[in-house]
């Protein structure tokens, strides 16, 4: 695909997104690796209107990977435009696809790229973690989960991300052990674990920085990283949707 090409389908991308429409998938199931993919990506987040704020991370379980035929987690963008207050009232517009509960982290300080960091050096270079909502969908046509590439391109299928409070004491919380559970219009849904998340969220934040200083960048002091679903997607219908990360709050949004 040649350096046109890049750069039109990831225009078509980032006009999709600010204008809450949906395009031909075919261009974009076509996309023949995943680097390719991660270059339209950073091609479409130049072209999108808003300032990105951090990261999110997909496919954190063996069971997100097999949906998308992949052995690895992959990222996405998230921008500062899209980001909702909790309890926001969220359109139920097409393409997208629900919500995925999470712990999200926010740098303290830049991630040091010259050496190898282990999950014991990450702490130190932590502000705040905080329970969170990233809802995802697509850009183009179709239903359920678009194919790997296609979601890497189309900004790591982030939509819209939800920060709720900061966790208190968050260092001596065994997050593997938080039970997350989603109930929409009061009806248990979904139920997970911190440990869904690589085996610990702080697993995903090392894998995150890994993926950027592969390609001669880091995580910033600034940068939120969202770090995957405890519990698989919680559908998007219309009305509430309320989340508890048990001994760490809870958070909430609607549809409508």
């Known amino acids: 695909m040649s350096a046109a090409d890049h750069t039109k389908l990831a225009k078509n991308l980032a006009d999709a997104r600010a204008n809450h429409q949906q395009i031909d998938p075919a261009p974009y199931d076509a996309i023949a690796s995943l680097d390719e993919a991660y270059q339209l990506q950073t ?3 130049e072209s999108y209107p808003s300032k990105r704020i951090g990261y999110k991370v997909g496919a954190t379980n063996e069971g997100a990977q097999k949906l998308f035929g992949c052995d690895a987690p992959f990222y996405g963008p998230m921008f500062e435009q899209d980001c909702c207050e909790p309890g926001a009232n969220l359109s139920l517009r097409s393409g997208v696809l629900g919500g995925e509960a999470e712990f999200s982290f926010l740098c303290g300080s830049d ?18 973690c905080h329970i969170a909502v990233e809802i995802v969908g697509r850009r183009t046509e179709g239903k359920g989960l678009p194919s790997l590439h296609c979601a890497v391109a189309d900004f ?26 989603a ?25 995150m920085h890994n993926s950027l200083r592969a390609n001669g960048h880091g995580l910033k002091a600034g940068d ?26 809870k958070i909430g949004y609607q549809f409508s």
């Open 43 to 45: 091609v479409a987040i």
């Open 111 to 128: 991630f040091p790229t010259d050496r190898d960091l282990s999950i014991d050096d990450l702490p130190d270079l932590i502000k705040s």
């Open 156 to 181: 790591g299928a982030n939509v819209a991300f939800i920060e709720g409070p900061a966790i208190e004491n968050w260092r001596s919380i065994d997050l593997t052990q938080v039970k997350v559970t």
């Open 183 to 207: 109930l929409t219009n009061g009806t248990e849904t979904n139920s997970g674990t911190g440990a869904a998340v690589l085996g610990h969220p702080l697993n995903s934040l090392l894998w």
């Open 224 to 249: 939120r990283v969202s770090t995957g679903t405890c519990l698989g997607v919680i559908a998007a219908v219309a009305g509430n949707v309320e989340i508890e990360f048990s001994g760490c709050g």
